[in-house]
């Protein structure tokens, strides 16, 4: 085959790289930098243009990467490698590697819909797909995100009025700019954690058009009371407290979709998601008409066997998996 699952990850012997190591490598194809993909310590990257500066920030300024553009084709030892966007967040990829006989898609993380700020996620024909599964449960259906941030707008306007400040938590990369992109940014200021505002200010320089954010430090009091604050973890607020009075907490992830993963602390779980849902999944693998399917990170036992009642050839990897290849 043309790529392998090994211990350190997807492996093409031919092109002598990886795609999204789990290990350092001489030459790692990363589909974006959430840190289950990019991992420090490779001697040479190739990303997306739009991913390589958010790599040299969290994978420190001395890694080397090589920028490439969507639909733009590189040879590497006769492999010919293309980056198609996969709408997960600003600057996701899948990966097409191609060597004139099998063609494979490493999807990476992906979602269908489009969200306003992210390329969208464009379906590439191929003969072997690898996808993810991290909703790959029927239960997981995502509704159209404008009747989401109608829900997120009410929700902060509603606090607001009271003098209440609204926090939400949201990854640094992915969500944050995507709730920053589409909230009404009319309601009141909207404060930032620092990791999230480095992020931004890296996709503000590549052009993405993003509303007025201010740092804790920027912020009086009063400003505060009508704020919403984005933070990635609820964990780091500790150190505002002499300046947040009364405020309510809310998620905005798709796993808010499951009632026990909404904890009372809790005052609301916005069910939004920057993965393809169950439907989303499906579609997505059907529409390569791949004939091998390889499912990982998630429900990937599960979806495999879906996919196999479909009448498709899939077939879950999990680590557990790769251990047994290992051996072989
Ligand atoms: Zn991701
Ligand atoms: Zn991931």
């Not at 999230?196 to 201010?214: A, V």
């Not at 920057?274 to 791949?290: F, P, R, S, Y």
Request: proline fraction near 2%; hydrophobic fraction near 40%.
């Amino acid at each position: 085959m043309l790529l392998e699952f090994t211990q350190k990850g997807i492996y093409c012997e031919k092109g002598n790289f990886y795609i999204d190591p789990s290990a350092a490598v001489d030459y790692a194809l990363v589909t974006h930098a959430h840190s289950d993909h990019a991992r420090r310590g490779s001697k040479n990257y190739l990303a997306h243009k739009h991913t390589a500066p958010v790599l040299k920030l969290r994978l420190g300024k001395r890694s080397v990467i090589q920028e490439v553009e969507y639909g733009q084709e590189i040879n590497i030892k006769g492999i010919k490698v293309t980056f198609y966007p996969s709408g997960h967040v600003i600057g996701s990829a899948q990966i097409k590697v191609d060597d004139g006989n099998e063609v494979w898609v490493v999807a990476g993380d992906y979602k269908l819909e489009s969200d306003n700020i992210t390329q969208q996620f464009e379906h590439i024909k191929c003969t072997h797909f690898v996808t993810e599964s991290t909703f790959a449960k029927p239960n997981f259906s995502w509704k159209a995100q404008t009747e989401i941030f109608t829900e997120m707008n009410d929700w902060w306007a509603r606090n607001s009025s009271k003098g209440v400040t609204s926090v939400m938590s949201a990854y640094s990369l992915g969500k944050s700019q995507r709730i920053l992109k589409n909230i009404d940014s009319s309601i009141g200021k909207i404060v930032v954690h620092d990791s999230i505002d480095e992020t931004n200010d890296i996709f503000r320089k590549l052009g993405f058009n993003l509303p007025k954010t201010y740092l804790f430090s920027e912020v009086s009091r009063q400003d505060l009371k009508n704020a919403l604050v984005i933070t990635p973890s609820f964990s780091n607020l500790n150190k505002f407290e002499d300046k947040l009075e009364g405020y309510v907490m809310a998620n905005a992830s798709g796993w808010m979709q499951v009632p026990w993963y909404v904890s009372k602390s809790l005052d609301k779980g916005f069910v939004i998601s920057d993965h393809a849902d169950w439907n989303g999944l499906i579609k997505a693998v059907k529409e390569t008409q791949a004939q091998n399917i390889f499912v990982v990170h998630g429900f990937t036992t599960y979806f495999a066997k879906h996919l196999n009642t479909l009448g498709l050839n899939a077939m879950s990897i999990t680590d557990k998996k790769l251990d047994q290849l290992a051996l072989l």
